[in-house]
C-alpha cells in the first residue's frame, strides 16, 4: 500500500463500514461472504493494508451496491 494515499484509503474503509452498517453486516458476516478472514476485513476497514480491485469489487457485489460507491469520498 502506497503510503501517499493513506487518506484515500482511509475514505474506501470508512465507505466499506458505513455500507457493511447499512446493511446490518458484521465484519465477520462480510468477510465471509467475500471469502476472507475477520482480521483481514478489519485492516481493510481501518485502512492499514490496501485492497485490491477485485476484493473491493467482491465486497460491492456482497453489500449490494455499485463499486464506484465505495470510491465517493464526503468530506
Do not use: C, P, W
Not at 5 to 27: D, V
Request: proline residues 0%.
Amino acid at each position: 500500500m502506497d503510503k501517499a494515499f493513506i487518506q484515500e484509503y482511509k475514505k474506501i474503509g470508512l465507505n466499506i463500514a458505513y455500507y457493511r452498517r447499512m446493511k446490518s453486516l458484521t465484519q465477520e458476516k462480510l468477510a465471509e461472504l467475500v471469502d476472507i478472514d475477520q482480521t483481514h476485513m478489519s485492516k481493510i476497514e481501518r485502512a492499514t493494508i490496501g485492497v485490491s480491485l477485485d476484493l473491493l469489487f467482491r465486497i460491492a457485489e456482497a453489500l449490494e451496491i455499485e463499486a464506484y460507491k465505495l470510491l465517493i469520498f464526503r468530506d
